[in-house]
């Protein structure tokens, strides 16, 4: 997936990849995509609860080799 | 798509923060922080062993009168003094899950506190437990809010989606 801005998070445990999400998004214009790398399996359940709570779309991840990759549209 | 709250106003979570270990002062940090980053408007309230987190790290002991002094001095406090609910062993356990702690790279209690204010959340002292334990303001890290009381609490956690007790 094509994403705008990119965010690695590998070897941080929750909350950090949200609190660092949530941080960087304030950095994205509206409609434009994160990436978000980590490797907390956490975060397949904690980026859909994120974006839905805070209204950001989530487009969806990939999964390889224990890397998961998540992607959020900016409201 | 989930229905999205159509006011602007942002939605409440308040923590009432009784207990001072280290453990527990992690899960009320973690729950505040990511609350913060979930857009929510966050008030942790801390009252009696959890004021321990937020006191000086450095300084005299608070207290007015020689025996609040005397129980400020034994109950010294300190974000960097918690001690686990278990396992502290004197001191051992403890130590290792702040090592554990660290290799996690998740940020300690003393940064948490940084972490929260910058953020927005408000960290507020209970009133009664301060006179009750002879503190003052000037106990407290500059991080921290005034003092309030029940009146204060009841009337953010009447308008809190998320209320817990920790």
Known sequence: ?75 | MPEQAKTTEKEKMTIVVFSGELDKALAAFIIATTGASMGMEVNMFFTFWGLNILKKNEGAPGGKGIMKKMLNFMNRGGSKRLKLSQFHMFGMGTGMMKQFMKESKLPSIDEFIQMAKDMGVKMIPCSTSCGVMGLGEGAFREEVGSLAGAAFFINEARQSKVTLFI
Do not use: R
């Open chain 1, 1 to 75: 997936m094509k994403a705008d801005h990119t965010l690695d998070c590998v070897g941080l445990y929750c909350p950090m990849p949200i609190v660092k999400t949530s941080q960087k998004m304030k950095e994205l214009k509206s409609g434009e995509v994160l990436e978000v790398v980590a490797d907390d399996k956490g975060i397949k359940q904690d980026m859909p609860a994120w974006a839905q709570t805070t209204g950001n779309e989530f487009l969806g991840m990939e999964e390889s080799g224990g890397e998961i990759k998540v992607y959020v549209k900016k409201k």
